[in-house]
């Protein structure tokens, strides 16, 4: 199975907005971590496969 790329639409550092063609997703900053890091792990118009926002969340 391919991975899925995820495309960075907007991130206030409280939450990300993720896009995948026509699916869309809504995450929101995980507690471990502070709001510059997840910025800076989800910049806006960067992209980022299914694995690395999944080991983002699990840190």
């Known amino acids: ?17 993720l896009e995948s ?8 900053k995980p507690t471990h971590i502070n709001a510059r890091d997840f910025i800076h792990w989800l910049k806006p118009e960067s992209h980022i496969d299914e694995d690395c926002l999944r080991s983002l969340f699990k840190l």
């Open 1 to 17: 199975m391919k991975t899925k790329t995820w495309t960075v639409i907007t991130n206030t550092g409280k939450q990300a907005d």
């Open 21 to 28: 063609g026509l699916e869309q997703k809504t995450v929101q």
